[in-house]
């Protein structure tokens, strides 16, 4: 008994120790992150040095590719957006106008009305034309404008 008792005290021991350790190694690397932090926000705090790191910064590869990346994902992105505004327009454009072509007439009076309602609707499709075609205007527009900006 006397044996297992000395081992417990040694293993209760060993992992105070280590949690000690622990304590210190993670106290080390707070100062350490600390200290990178301050000489960071000291060279930066400096005029004539932030000047010289951003201007490194700004020259180097990595930030012109990541530049770069980003701005073909941008790109990408609005060219999605601007494929899914399209496609909904159109989807609601002719689900409109193939529910008033399939809807079977079953009398005259109903070909009458619907003669004189052909019109108006003959209208309100060209207003809706005009709008789509100037929505898809602005939109190529947006994207030639975005494209040469990245040249």
């Known amino acids: 008994m006397a044996v297992k008792e000395k081992n417990e005290q040694q293993e209760e021991k060993n992992e105070q120790q280590e ?3 622990d304590r210190s190694n993670y106290s080390i690397n707070l100062a350490i992150v600390g200290g990178v ?5 000291g060279l930066l705090s400096s005029p004539g040095t932030s000047k010289k790191i951003f201007k ?3 020259e180097s590869e990595v930030v012109k590719v990541a ?14 957006q601007a494929q899914s505004g399209i496609k909904q327009l159109a989807s609601g454009y002719m689900g409109k106008n193939v529910v008033s072509l399939l809807s079977p007439l079953k009398s005259d009076e109903k070909k009458k009305s ?31 404008e975005l494209v040469d900006s990245k040249k």
Request: charged share 35%; no cysteine; aromatic share 0%.
């Open 19 to 21: 949690e000690k350790n």
């Open 37 to 41: 932090v301050g000489a960071g926000i």
């Open 56 to 58: 490194n910064i700004g």
């Open 67 to 80: 530049g770069n990346q980003l701005r073909r994902s941008a790109q990408e992105m609005l060219a999605a």
């Open 114 to 144: 619907k003669a004189d309602d052909t019109s108006s609707e003959l209208d309100e499709i060209k207003e809706e034309n005009k709008n789509i075609n100037n929505r898809l205007d602005k939109i190529e527009n947006m994207l030639g």
